[in-house]
């Protein structure tokens, strides 16, 4: 069984852009949840997706947003980018929402001129 | 319970020693924990998990202990190899959903 896809994997934009990163989880998984990681901060929660609707959100700025298809991929939306947002953008798939194993994928490292 | 500090503690193990790594977790409420490993330029992988009705588990290799009391979780690795050097952290998951909540990390060095 493939594994969760992430694309692009690498992707550098300049102050003020948007980006939007791609996941494709597990076949049979539902639930997508996004992850950022930092030096500085480590890995933290930005929300997760099941079943088309948001569940769950961490302690972000409404710039990053998400949505989660009818086939369970999921896009991840980054507006008017800052130099902090750099980071390595983790997406996990989950075969359920509530506590169940989570799967990560390669993540999509993003650079911020 | 959020994230994560600024220093990344570090274990250094001679191979075939046994490894115990350490986390103390933040909310009592969280029901199920799971460890990872990741490697330089990878994202995590899933090593083992425990919920919170568990005090053990054991998988190949590896033992998750889980001590509710003091909120705190231990991954032990038997005879420890090169190819488990890499940094591992501990998650924890608040419910309702998947909302995980990560350790700082520990950077685990096998001395061949």
């Known amino acids: 069984k493939a594994g969760v896809t992430q694309t692009p994997r690498y992707l550098i934009k300049t102050r003020g852009q948007q980006v939007t990163l791609s996941c494709s989880p597990i076949?049979?998984?539902?639930?997508v949840s996004w992850y950022q990681q930092t030096p500085g901060q480590g890995l933290q929660f930005l929300f997760e997706y099941f079943s088309e609707t948001q569940r769950n959100k961490g302690n972000f700025p409404g710039r990053f947003s998400g949505r989660q298809f009818s086939n369970s991929r999921s896009e991840m939306n980054v507006s008017t980018l800052e130099l902090g947002d750099s980071a390595l953008y983790l997406c996990?798939?989950?075969?359920?929402?509530?506590?169940?194993?989570?799967?990560f994928g390669p993540g999509t490292r993003l650079t911020v001129l | 319970g959020e994230s994560v500090g600024l220093h990344l503690p570090t274990l250094s193990v001679q191979e075939g020693d046994n490894s115990i790594i350490n986390c103390a977790y933040s909310?009592?409420?969280?029901?199920?924990f799971i460890w990872y490993k990741q490697e330089s330029g990878k994202g995590p992988q899933f090593i083992i998990d425990?919920?919170?009705?568990?005090d053990k588990r054991q998988g190949q290799r590896v033992t998750v202990l889980l001590n509710k009391t003091v909120k705190h979780l231990s991954l032990q690795i038997a005879a420890t190899q090169p190819g488990d050097s890499a940094v591992y952290f501990c998650a924890e998951n608040m419910p309702p959903g998947n909302q995980f909540y990560f350790g700082t990390g520990t950077s685990l060095t096998v001395i061949p």
């Open positions: 425990i919920r919170s009705n568990m």
């Open positions: 909310n009592s409420a969280s029901d199920y």
């Open positions: 996990a798939s989950s075969f359920a929402t509530g506590s169940n194993e989570q799967f």
């Open positions: 076949s049979g998984h539902r639930s």
